[in-house]
């Protein structure tokens, strides 16, 4: 593995570049859009309005505030799977570059991430704003939801650094990412009450570490409490897991990237 030291001087001489590579992803993903990074806004709250319409009354005694139960499970899984699927795609997608000069191959798929949090940021902005519209009491504990997101974060990369490298060499994996993210997503309760899965199948989503990072996020924001720790420590340990995985996955194999592309 590549030293510390070495690592961060690496990363400190294309810390520019890695912004610049940020700004392209997010320029190219609203290139043809007439709203540009605007949509950032409006997709959560539009697909928000939508599933309320729908949702809301077949769930309205187990969820009471399902706009906001619906948000944060959305914009969590938002930033999972562009991220990871950003990251996935990041070293196919930038094969020319990385053929005609030298740049370190992570940083295409830290800008994949790095790009999808800044989305994730901005829609939080429609987050609070649903969040005081549907009068949520904010507690001292929402300060909380940070680590959370953190985890969230951690475990993209890993995930992303992980496809990254196994997509080179397997391009299938492509395909079938799309229908993983489907799955996880309803597999994670993002848009139904977890207490309507039959008691024999409640298993999948203690084994979810997904699951336990949104359900940590609604504990705070809507309930005002703080979530169970234990819940949060069982993501932590598979976020890093998958980050060292995906770190030693990547640096193994990067120098074989040019054989594949």
């Known amino acids: 593995m590549i030293s510390d030291h070495r690592f961060i001087a690496n990363f400190e001489k294309y810390r520019y570049l890695l912004v610049q590579l940020i700004k392209r992803d997010i320029q190219v993903k609203y290139r043809n859009s007439m709203l540009g990074i605007f949509w950032s806004f ?3 709250l539009l697909t928000m309005i939508m599933f309320t319409i729908i949702f809301s009354y077949i769930f309205k005694r187990d969820i009471p505030n399902f706009p906001v139960y619906y948000l944060i499970g959305r914009v969590a899984f938002s930033l999972f799977q562009s991220g990871t699927t950003g990251a996935m795609k990041s070293i196919i997608g930038n094969s020319a570059i990385l053929r005609s000069v030298y740049v370190p191959k992570y940083l295409f798929a830290l800008a994949s991430v790095g790009s999808a949090f800044v989305t994730f940021l901005l829609s939080l902005i429609i987050l609070v704003a649903v969040m005081i519209v549907t009068n949520v009491h ?3 504990y929402v300060i909380f939801a940070s680590l959370p997101v953190l985890v969230l974060l951690l475990m993209t990369l890993g995930v992303g650094l ?8 397997f391009r299938d994996i492509e395909h079938l990412y799309g229908v993983f993210t489907m799955l ?3 597999g994670s ?3 139904y009450p977890a207490s309507i899965i039959p008691a024999k ?4 989503l203690t084994i979810n570490p997904f699951y336990a990072i949104i359900s940590c996020m609604r504990t705070v924001l809507m309930n005002g409490t703080l979530y169970n720790t ?3 420590l069982y993501a932590t340990v598979f976020s890093i897991l998958c ?3 995906g770190m030693g996955l990547f640096y193994k194999y990067q120098n074989k990237f040019l054989l594949h592309l």
Do not use: D, K, R
């Not at 992980?162 to 060499?169: D, E, G, N």
């Not at 199948?201 to 999948?204: A, P």
């Open 138 to 140: 904010f507690t001292i």
């Open 201 to 204: 199948w409640q298993f999948l």
């Open 230 to 232: 234990g819940e949060l």
């Open 189 to 191: 309760a993002v848009f």
């Open 42 to 44: 409006l997709e959560p």
């Open 243 to 245: 980050l060292v995985v």
């Open 162 to 169: 992980i496809l990254a490298t196994v997509t080179v060499f």
């Open 184 to 186: 996880l997503m309803y």
